[in-house]
Protein backbone atom coordinates (compact mmCIF):
# COMPACT_ATOMS: atom_id res chain seq x y z
CA UNK A 1 0.00 0.00 0.00
CA UNK A 2 1.27 3.48 -0.89
CA UNK A 3 2.40 4.95 1.95
CA UNK A 4 0.40 8.18 1.40
CA UNK A 5 -2.70 6.32 2.19
CA UNK A 6 -3.66 7.26 5.56
CA UNK A 7 -5.35 4.99 8.22
CA UNK A 8 -8.72 3.67 8.07
CA UNK A 9 -11.87 5.25 8.61
CA UNK A 10 -14.81 5.15 11.50
CA UNK A 11 -17.29 2.07 11.26
CA UNK A 12 -21.00 2.24 11.79
CA UNK A 13 -21.67 2.09 14.99
CA UNK A 14 -24.43 -0.61 14.90
CA UNK A 15 -25.62 -2.90 12.12
CA UNK A 16 -29.09 -1.20 12.12
CA UNK A 17 -27.32 1.98 11.02
CA UNK A 18 -25.68 0.45 8.48
CA UNK A 19 -28.87 -1.09 7.09
CA UNK A 20 -30.29 1.96 7.08
CA UNK A 21 -27.48 3.68 5.00
CA UNK A 22 -27.62 1.28 2.88
CA UNK A 23 -31.05 1.42 2.17
CA UNK A 24 -31.06 5.48 2.36
CA UNK A 25 -28.95 4.67 -0.56
CA UNK A 26 -30.60 2.25 -2.62
CA UNK A 27 -34.00 3.65 -2.38
CA UNK A 28 -33.48 7.16 -4.30
CA UNK A 29 -35.29 8.73 -7.92
CA UNK A 30 -34.77 5.05 -8.83
CA UNK A 31 -37.27 4.02 -7.07
CA UNK A 32 -39.95 6.67 -7.18
CA UNK A 33 -39.40 8.28 -10.20
CA UNK A 34 -37.82 5.80 -12.82
CA UNK A 35 -39.57 2.54 -11.71
CA UNK A 36 -42.58 3.50 -12.07
CA UNK A 37 -42.76 5.33 -15.36
CA UNK A 38 -40.72 1.97 -17.23
CA UNK A 39 -43.15 0.01 -15.44
CA UNK A 40 -45.28 1.41 -17.05
CA UNK A 41 -43.99 1.34 -20.00
CA UNK A 42 -42.92 -2.05 -19.64
CA UNK A 43 -46.33 -4.02 -19.12
CA UNK A 44 -46.83 -3.70 -16.08
CA UNK A 45 -46.53 -6.80 -14.01
CA UNK A 46 -44.18 -8.57 -16.70
CA UNK A 47 -41.79 -5.70 -16.20
CA UNK A 48 -41.93 -5.85 -12.38
CA UNK A 49 -40.88 -9.67 -12.58
CA UNK A 50 -38.21 -9.68 -14.89
CA UNK A 51 -37.08 -6.86 -12.55
CA UNK A 52 -37.65 -9.14 -9.15
CA UNK A 53 -35.89 -11.72 -10.93
CA UNK A 54 -32.41 -9.49 -11.70
CA UNK A 55 -32.90 -8.24 -8.39
CA UNK A 56 -32.48 -11.37 -6.70
CA UNK A 57 -30.68 -13.54 -9.34
CA UNK A 58 -27.90 -10.73 -10.28
CA UNK A 59 -28.25 -7.63 -7.76
CA UNK A 60 -28.04 -9.63 -4.62
CA UNK A 61 -24.91 -11.73 -5.97
CA UNK A 62 -22.87 -8.46 -6.61
CA UNK A 63 -23.64 -6.88 -4.24
CA UNK A 64 -22.52 -9.09 -1.10
CA UNK A 65 -19.66 -9.06 -3.54
CA UNK A 66 -19.15 -5.91 -3.39
CA UNK A 67 -19.64 -5.59 0.53
CA UNK A 68 -17.42 -8.22 1.02
CA UNK A 69 -14.69 -6.04 -1.02
CA UNK A 70 -15.15 -2.58 0.55
CA UNK A 71 -14.96 -4.68 3.92
CA UNK A 72 -11.64 -6.31 3.62
CA UNK A 73 -10.20 -3.63 2.08
CA UNK A 74 -11.71 -1.37 4.72
CA UNK A 75 -10.79 1.72 2.65
CA UNK A 76 -12.07 3.65 0.09
CA UNK A 77 -13.12 1.70 -3.24
CA UNK A 78 -9.95 2.56 -5.28
CA UNK A 79 -7.48 2.07 -2.31
CA UNK A 80 -9.95 -0.88 -0.91
CA UNK A 81 -10.18 -2.93 -4.03
CA UNK A 82 -5.84 -2.13 -4.60
CA UNK A 83 -4.98 -3.73 -1.28
CA UNK A 84 -7.40 -6.58 -1.71
CA UNK A 85 -5.52 -7.31 -5.20
CA UNK A 86 -2.30 -7.32 -3.21
CA UNK A 87 -3.24 -9.34 -0.73
CA UNK A 88 -4.27 -12.03 -2.97
CA UNK A 89 -1.35 -11.62 -5.38
CA UNK A 90 -3.10 -9.99 -7.96
CA UNK A 91 -2.28 -7.36 -10.46
CA UNK A 92 -3.04 -3.54 -9.11
CA UNK A 93 -5.30 -3.21 -12.09
CA UNK A 94 -8.31 -4.68 -10.27
CA UNK A 95 -8.79 -1.53 -8.70
CA UNK A 96 -10.55 0.00 -11.77
CA UNK A 97 -13.66 -1.48 -10.08
CA UNK A 98 -13.15 0.86 -7.47
CA UNK A 99 -11.94 3.85 -9.96
CA UNK A 100 -15.19 2.88 -11.98
CA UNK A 101 -17.33 3.56 -8.90
CA UNK A 102 -15.29 6.83 -7.56
CA UNK A 103 -15.74 8.03 -11.14
CA UNK A 104 -19.07 6.65 -12.03
CA UNK A 105 -20.32 8.43 -8.66
CA UNK A 106 -18.90 11.69 -9.40
CA UNK A 107 -20.45 11.84 -12.60
CA UNK A 108 -23.98 10.40 -11.65
CA UNK A 109 -24.28 12.81 -8.69
CA UNK A 110 -23.44 15.68 -10.93
CA UNK A 111 -26.79 15.25 -12.25
CA UNK A 112 -28.86 13.56 -9.52
CA UNK A 113 -28.74 16.51 -7.48
CA UNK A 114 -29.96 18.68 -10.74
CA UNK A 115 -33.08 16.17 -10.68
CA UNK A 116 -33.84 16.33 -7.09
CA UNK A 117 -33.35 20.04 -7.26
CA UNK A 118 -36.43 19.92 -9.95
CA UNK A 119 -38.65 17.71 -7.19
CA UNK A 120 -37.62 20.66 -4.30
CA UNK A 121 -38.80 22.73 -6.69
CA UNK A 122 -42.34 20.98 -7.27
CA UNK A 123 -42.52 20.18 -3.64
CA UNK A 124 -42.59 24.49 -2.82
CA UNK A 125 -44.79 24.77 -5.77
CA UNK A 126 -47.09 22.45 -4.46
CA UNK A 127 -47.36 23.32 -1.49
CA UNK A 128 -47.68 27.35 -1.99
CA UNK A 129 -50.67 26.57 -4.31
CA UNK A 130 -49.02 27.41 -8.00
CA UNK A 131 -49.71 23.92 -9.16
CA UNK A 132 -53.25 24.12 -8.62
CA UNK A 133 -53.58 25.40 -12.12
CA UNK A 134 -52.37 22.67 -13.77
CA UNK A 135 -54.65 20.60 -16.54
CA UNK A 136 -53.86 18.00 -19.13
CA UNK A 137 -52.85 20.40 -21.83
CA UNK A 138 -50.71 23.12 -19.56
CA UNK A 139 -48.84 20.36 -17.20
CA UNK A 140 -46.00 19.66 -19.90
CA UNK A 141 -45.57 23.42 -20.18
CA UNK A 142 -45.47 23.85 -16.46
CA UNK A 143 -42.46 21.32 -16.31
CA UNK A 144 -40.72 22.95 -19.22
CA UNK A 145 -40.92 26.03 -17.68
CA UNK A 146 -39.36 25.02 -14.73
CA UNK A 147 -36.21 22.81 -16.40
CA UNK A 148 -36.04 26.21 -18.68
CA UNK A 149 -35.25 28.23 -16.11
CA UNK A 150 -31.38 28.60 -15.42
CA UNK A 151 -31.60 30.05 -12.46
CA UNK A 152 -34.17 28.54 -10.81
CA UNK A 153 -32.63 25.08 -11.29
CA UNK A 154 -29.47 26.61 -10.53
CA UNK A 155 -30.24 27.93 -7.37
CA UNK A 156 -32.37 24.03 -6.28
CA UNK A 157 -28.32 22.55 -7.52
CA UNK A 158 -26.69 24.44 -5.37
CA UNK A 159 -29.14 24.38 -2.30
CA UNK A 160 -28.99 20.11 -2.71
CA UNK A 161 -25.62 19.64 -3.75
CA UNK A 162 -24.76 21.64 -0.25
CA UNK A 163 -27.06 20.01 2.15
CA UNK A 164 -24.95 16.77 0.84
CA UNK A 165 -21.58 18.12 1.95
CA UNK A 166 -22.38 19.58 4.37
CA UNK A 167 -24.08 15.99 6.01
CA UNK A 168 -21.16 14.32 4.36
CA UNK A 169 -18.49 16.39 6.26
CA UNK A 170 -19.34 15.62 9.40
CA UNK A 171 -18.07 12.13 9.33
CA UNK A 172 -20.05 8.77 8.99
CA UNK A 173 -21.24 8.98 12.62
CA UNK A 174 -21.83 12.20 13.22
CA UNK A 175 -23.28 13.36 9.68
CA UNK A 176 -24.47 10.08 7.66
CA UNK A 177 -25.48 7.66 10.60
CA UNK A 178 -27.71 11.02 11.63
CA UNK A 179 -29.01 12.07 8.65
CA UNK A 180 -30.49 8.45 7.86
CA UNK A 181 -31.73 7.34 10.80
CA UNK A 182 -33.92 10.82 10.98
CA UNK A 183 -34.88 10.95 7.52
CA UNK A 184 -35.50 6.88 6.83
CA UNK A 185 -38.38 7.02 9.19
CA UNK A 186 -40.07 9.81 7.95
CA UNK A 187 -39.58 8.73 4.12
CA UNK A 188 -40.89 5.03 5.20
CA UNK A 189 -44.42 7.15 7.08
CA UNK A 190 -44.55 9.62 4.52
CA UNK A 191 -44.71 6.60 1.57
CA UNK A 192 -47.32 4.76 3.76
CA UNK A 193 -49.34 7.67 3.95
CA UNK A 194 -49.52 8.12 0.16
CA UNK A 195 -50.11 4.74 -0.53
CA UNK A 196 -53.08 4.60 1.63
CA UNK A 197 -54.40 7.73 0.49
CA UNK A 198 -53.76 7.17 -3.22
CA UNK A 199 -55.85 3.59 -2.80
CA UNK A 200 -58.48 4.81 -1.09
CA UNK A 201 -59.05 7.99 -3.55
CA UNK A 202 -57.73 6.34 -6.59
CA UNK A 203 -58.64 3.35 -8.87
CA UNK A 204 -56.86 0.02 -6.69
CA UNK A 205 -58.52 -2.19 -8.77
CA UNK A 206 -57.15 -1.32 -12.05
CA UNK A 207 -53.44 -0.27 -10.15
CA UNK A 208 -53.95 -4.23 -8.89
CA UNK A 209 -54.68 -5.34 -12.09
CA UNK A 210 -52.07 -4.05 -14.16
CA UNK A 211 -49.51 -4.79 -11.79
CA UNK A 212 -50.32 -8.39 -11.40
CA UNK A 213 -51.32 -8.93 -14.72
CA UNK A 214 -48.48 -8.97 -16.93
CA UNK A 215 -48.82 -7.98 -20.22
CA UNK A 216 -45.95 -9.60 -21.80
CA UNK A 217 -46.61 -8.33 -25.05
CA UNK A 218 -44.67 -4.83 -24.17
CA UNK A 219 -41.97 -6.78 -23.59
CA UNK A 220 -38.64 -7.21 -25.93
CA UNK A 221 -34.95 -7.11 -25.47
CA UNK A 222 -34.58 -3.94 -24.67
CA UNK A 223 -37.38 -4.03 -21.81
CA UNK A 224 -35.03 -6.85 -20.48
CA UNK A 225 -32.12 -4.55 -20.56
CA UNK A 226 -33.73 -1.88 -19.29
CA UNK A 227 -34.94 -4.01 -15.84
CA UNK A 228 -31.18 -5.21 -15.86
CA UNK A 229 -30.12 -1.41 -15.78
CA UNK A 230 -32.93 -0.54 -13.14
CA UNK A 231 -32.23 -3.17 -11.10
CA UNK A 232 -28.14 -2.20 -10.65
CA UNK A 233 -28.80 1.30 -10.75
CA UNK A 234 -31.73 1.18 -7.97
CA UNK A 235 -29.87 -1.38 -5.27
CA UNK A 236 -26.62 1.23 -5.53
CA UNK A 237 -24.22 -0.93 -7.53
CA UNK A 238 -21.05 -0.42 -8.99
CA UNK A 239 -20.90 3.27 -8.33
CA UNK A 240 -18.66 2.70 -5.39
CA UNK A 241 -21.33 3.55 -2.61
CA UNK A 242 -22.21 -0.39 -1.50
CA UNK A 243 -18.82 -0.70 -1.36
CA UNK A 244 -17.49 2.30 0.28
CA UNK A 245 -20.83 1.32 3.00
CA UNK A 246 -19.13 -2.25 3.38
CA UNK A 247 -15.86 -0.81 4.41
CA UNK A 248 -17.65 0.60 7.64
CA UNK A 249 -19.02 -2.92 8.36
CA UNK A 250 -18.05 -4.15 11.83
CA UNK A 251 -16.94 -7.95 11.15
CA UNK A 252 -19.33 -9.48 12.93
CA UNK A 253 -22.28 -8.02 10.78
CA UNK A 254 -23.72 -10.79 8.04
CA UNK A 255 -23.24 -9.40 4.41
CA UNK A 256 -25.52 -11.79 2.82
CA UNK A 257 -28.24 -11.45 5.41
CA UNK A 258 -27.67 -7.60 4.71
CA UNK A 259 -27.94 -7.52 1.50
CA UNK A 260 -31.39 -9.72 1.64
CA UNK A 261 -32.80 -7.11 3.53
CA UNK A 262 -31.49 -3.94 1.36
CA UNK A 263 -32.26 -5.81 -1.63
CA UNK A 264 -36.20 -6.06 -0.28
CA UNK A 265 -36.34 -2.76 1.02
CA UNK A 266 -35.61 -0.96 -2.05
CA UNK A 267 -37.68 -3.21 -3.90
CA UNK A 268 -40.46 -2.97 -1.68
CA UNK A 269 -40.31 1.02 -2.03
CA UNK A 270 -40.11 0.68 -5.49
CA UNK A 271 -43.20 -1.22 -5.73
CA UNK A 272 -45.63 0.86 -3.11
CA UNK A 273 -44.37 3.98 -5.39
CA UNK A 274 -46.34 1.85 -7.69
CA UNK A 275 -49.33 1.46 -5.47
CA UNK A 276 -48.52 5.53 -4.61
CA UNK A 277 -48.67 7.02 -8.41
CA UNK A 278 -50.71 4.01 -10.60
CA UNK A 279 -54.41 4.61 -8.52
CA UNK A 280 -54.27 8.33 -9.25
CA UNK A 281 -53.07 7.62 -12.14
CA UNK A 282 -55.77 5.54 -13.33
CA UNK A 283 -58.38 7.14 -11.37
CA UNK A 284 -58.09 10.55 -13.62
CA UNK A 285 -57.44 8.70 -16.90
CA UNK A 286 -53.82 9.56 -17.30
CA UNK A 287 -50.98 7.38 -19.19
CA UNK A 288 -49.53 5.12 -17.38
CA UNK A 289 -46.76 4.82 -19.75
CA UNK A 290 -46.06 8.47 -20.19
CA UNK A 291 -42.10 7.73 -19.75
CA UNK A 292 -39.89 10.12 -17.61
CA UNK A 293 -42.69 13.02 -17.02
CA UNK A 294 -45.24 10.43 -15.25
CA UNK A 295 -43.90 12.09 -11.97
CA UNK A 296 -43.68 15.46 -13.08
CA UNK A 297 -45.68 16.19 -15.20
CA UNK A 298 -49.02 13.54 -15.60
CA UNK A 299 -48.93 12.85 -11.86
CA UNK A 300 -49.38 16.67 -10.70
CA UNK A 301 -52.68 16.82 -13.23
CA UNK A 302 -53.85 14.51 -10.48
CA UNK A 303 -52.32 16.44 -7.58
CA UNK A 304 -54.50 19.90 -8.72
CA UNK A 305 -57.86 18.07 -9.02
CA UNK A 306 -57.94 16.00 -5.82
CA UNK A 307 -59.28 16.85 -2.50
CA UNK A 308 -56.08 18.07 -0.49
CA UNK A 309 -54.19 16.72 -3.79
CA UNK A 310 -51.60 20.31 -3.42
CA UNK A 311 -50.77 18.88 0.33
CA UNK A 312 -50.66 15.50 -1.01
CA UNK A 313 -48.42 16.23 -3.73
CA UNK A 314 -45.76 18.63 -1.43
CA UNK A 315 -45.37 15.97 0.45
CA UNK A 316 -44.89 13.58 -2.20
CA UNK A 317 -42.30 15.55 -3.13
CA UNK A 318 -40.92 16.03 0.11
CA UNK A 319 -40.42 11.93 0.23
CA UNK A 320 -38.55 12.18 -3.49
CA UNK A 321 -36.09 14.71 -2.08
CA UNK A 322 -35.28 13.11 1.34
CA UNK A 323 -35.15 9.86 -0.86
CA UNK A 324 -32.67 11.52 -3.53
CA UNK A 325 -30.81 13.04 -0.91
CA UNK A 326 -29.90 9.61 1.52
CA UNK A 327 -28.86 8.47 -2.04
CA UNK A 328 -26.73 11.40 -3.15
CA UNK A 329 -24.72 11.22 0.56
CA UNK A 330 -23.03 7.57 -0.61
CA UNK A 331 -22.70 9.26 -4.19
CA UNK A 332 -20.21 11.67 -2.53
CA UNK A 333 -18.72 9.54 0.02
CA UNK A 334 -16.79 7.15 -2.11
CA UNK A 335 -14.80 10.37 -3.82
CA UNK A 336 -14.33 12.11 0.05
CA UNK A 337 -12.96 8.89 1.83
CA UNK A 338 -10.75 8.88 -1.24
CA UNK A 339 -9.14 12.11 -1.11
CA UNK A 340 -9.09 12.20 2.57
CA UNK A 341 -6.82 8.60 2.21
CA UNK A 342 -4.68 8.82 -0.56
CA UNK A 343 -4.90 13.04 -0.54
CA UNK A 344 -4.15 13.15 3.11
CA UNK A 345 -7.03 16.23 2.84
CA UNK A 346 -9.17 16.66 6.05
CA UNK A 347 -12.75 15.51 5.62
CA UNK A 348 -14.55 18.60 5.64
CA UNK A 349 -12.23 19.81 3.21
CA UNK A 350 -12.43 16.70 0.82
CA UNK A 351 -16.29 17.29 0.96
CA UNK A 352 -16.36 20.57 0.04
CA UNK A 353 -13.48 20.14 -2.51
CA UNK A 354 -14.93 17.42 -4.11
CA UNK A 355 -18.85 18.41 -3.68
CA UNK A 356 -18.26 21.61 -5.55
CA UNK A 357 -16.18 19.75 -8.04
CA UNK A 358 -19.32 17.80 -8.40
CA UNK A 359 -21.90 20.43 -8.77
CA UNK A 360 -19.45 22.10 -11.35
CA UNK A 361 -19.80 19.11 -13.96
CA UNK A 362 -23.77 19.19 -12.71
CA UNK A 363 -23.66 22.84 -14.48
CA UNK A 364 -23.65 20.73 -17.69
CA UNK A 365 -26.87 18.90 -16.76
CA UNK A 366 -28.40 22.52 -15.40
CA UNK A 367 -27.49 24.23 -18.78
CA UNK A 368 -28.88 20.69 -21.19
CA UNK A 369 -32.62 22.37 -20.19
CA UNK A 370 -32.08 25.50 -20.82
CA UNK A 371 -28.97 27.56 -22.63
CA UNK A 372 -27.35 24.39 -24.27
CA UNK A 373 -30.38 22.34 -25.08
CA UNK A 374 -29.10 22.40 -28.44
CA UNK A 375 -25.68 21.33 -28.18
CA UNK A 376 -26.31 17.88 -28.85
CA UNK A 377 -23.47 15.13 -29.44
CA UNK A 378 -23.42 11.03 -29.34
CA UNK A 379 -26.60 10.27 -27.31
CA UNK A 380 -27.96 13.89 -27.22
CA UNK A 381 -27.05 16.61 -24.32
CA UNK A 382 -24.22 16.75 -21.69
CA UNK A 383 -26.92 15.37 -19.35
CA UNK A 384 -28.44 12.28 -21.85
CA UNK A 385 -24.25 11.86 -22.48
CA UNK A 386 -23.37 11.51 -18.54
CA UNK A 387 -26.84 9.03 -17.89
CA UNK A 388 -25.87 7.13 -20.63
CA UNK A 389 -22.04 6.70 -19.87
CA UNK A 390 -22.80 5.94 -16.42
CA UNK A 391 -26.44 3.47 -16.57
CA UNK A 392 -25.22 1.80 -19.53
CA UNK A 393 -21.41 1.63 -19.58
CA UNK A 394 -19.76 1.88 -16.16
CA UNK A 395 -22.37 0.56 -14.07
CA UNK A 396 -22.49 -2.95 -15.88
CA UNK A 397 -18.70 -2.51 -16.44
CA UNK A 398 -17.92 -2.36 -12.84
CA UNK A 399 -20.18 -5.02 -11.86
CA UNK A 400 -18.72 -7.51 -14.64
CA UNK A 401 -14.81 -6.46 -13.07
CA UNK A 402 -16.45 -6.86 -9.61
CA UNK A 403 -17.92 -10.62 -10.18
CA UNK A 404 -14.83 -11.52 -12.06
CA UNK A 405 -12.47 -10.21 -9.20
CA UNK A 406 -14.20 -11.63 -6.29
CA UNK A 407 -15.75 -14.73 -8.50
CA UNK A 408 -12.43 -16.07 -10.01
CA UNK A 409 -9.30 -13.97 -8.59
CA UNK A 410 -9.66 -13.88 -4.84
CA UNK A 411 -9.05 -17.13 -2.83
CA UNK A 412 -12.07 -19.16 -1.75
CA UNK A 413 -10.78 -18.97 1.79
CA UNK A 414 -10.69 -15.53 2.22
CA UNK A 415 -14.15 -14.91 0.43
CA UNK A 416 -15.60 -17.52 2.83
CA UNK A 417 -13.99 -15.54 5.86
CA UNK A 418 -15.84 -12.19 4.44
CA UNK A 419 -19.18 -14.17 4.44
CA UNK A 420 -18.64 -17.02 7.06
CA UNK A 421 -22.47 -16.64 8.61
CA UNK A 422 -23.74 -18.26 5.26
CA UNK A 423 -24.30 -21.67 4.87
CA UNK A 424 -22.28 -23.89 2.32
CA UNK A 425 -25.41 -24.41 0.07
CA UNK A 426 -25.73 -20.51 0.53
CA UNK A 427 -22.13 -19.73 -0.11
CA UNK A 428 -22.16 -22.63 -2.80
CA UNK A 429 -24.79 -21.68 -5.14
CA UNK A 430 -24.02 -17.75 -4.18
CA UNK A 431 -20.61 -18.47 -5.83
CA UNK A 432 -22.12 -20.05 -8.97
CA UNK A 433 -24.05 -16.88 -9.42
CA UNK A 434 -21.22 -14.72 -9.17
CA UNK A 435 -18.72 -16.84 -11.10
CA UNK A 436 -20.54 -17.42 -13.94
CA UNK A 437 -24.81 -15.98 -14.03
CA UNK A 438 -23.66 -12.42 -13.18
CA UNK A 439 -20.95 -12.29 -16.03
CA UNK A 440 -23.10 -13.35 -18.74
CA UNK A 441 -26.23 -11.15 -17.80
CA UNK A 442 -23.91 -7.87 -17.28
CA UNK A 443 -22.49 -8.88 -20.94
CA UNK A 444 -25.59 -9.01 -22.55
CA UNK A 445 -26.00 -5.91 -21.94
CA UNK A 446 -23.01 -4.72 -24.11
CA UNK A 447 -23.96 -7.22 -26.35
CA UNK A 448 -27.80 -5.57 -26.92
CA UNK A 449 -26.43 -2.35 -27.13
CA UNK A 450 -23.30 -2.87 -29.87
CA UNK A 451 -26.28 -4.60 -31.88
CA UNK A 452 -29.32 -2.17 -30.54
CA UNK A 453 -29.20 -0.93 -34.57
CA UNK A 454 -29.59 -4.16 -35.33
CA UNK A 455 -32.14 -5.17 -33.18
CA UNK A 456 -33.92 -2.39 -32.15
CA UNK A 457 -33.89 -0.36 -35.33
CA UNK A 458 -32.24 3.00 -34.10
CA UNK A 459 -28.69 4.02 -33.37
N1 LIG B 1 -29.93 3.73 -5.89
C1 LIG B 1 -30.17 5.12 -6.12
C2 LIG B 1 -31.58 5.31 -6.65
O1 LIG B 1 -32.31 4.39 -6.84
C3 LIG B 1 -29.16 5.73 -7.04
C4 LIG B 1 -27.75 5.39 -6.75
C5 LIG B 1 -27.02 4.68 -7.66
C6 LIG B 1 -27.17 5.77 -5.54
C7 LIG B 1 -25.72 4.30 -7.39
C8 LIG B 1 -25.86 5.42 -5.26
C9 LIG B 1 -25.14 4.68 -6.19
O2 LIG B 1 -31.98 6.40 -6.92
Redesign the pocket.
Known amino acids: MADSVKAPHENWSSRTAFIFAAIG???????I??FPFEAGEGGGGAFVLIYLAFVFGIGVPVMIAELALGRRGHMSPPNAVKKVAQQESRSPLWSVAGWIGVI??FM?LSF?SVIAGFTLSYMVDSFSGSLSSLRPDNSEAYFNGVTQNFSLILAWHIIFMGITIAVVARGIRGGLEKAVTWLMPVLFAILLLLVAYSLYVGDAAETFRFLLEPDWTEVDLETVIQALGQAF??????????MAYGAYVPKDVSLSRSAFIIAGA?TGVAILAGLAIFPIVFQYGLEPGAGPGLVFITLPIAFAQMPGGLFVGGAFFLLLGI??LT??I??LEPLVAWLEESKGISRVQSAIGGGVSIFILGMGTVLSFNHWSDFTFWRGTIFDNIDFLTNNIM?PMGGLIIALFVGWRMRRISVRDELSTMSDFGFRLWLIMLRYVCPLALMLIFVGYAFKGVLFGDG
Open positions: SAVGLGNWKGAVYFSLSLALGAIDAASASLM
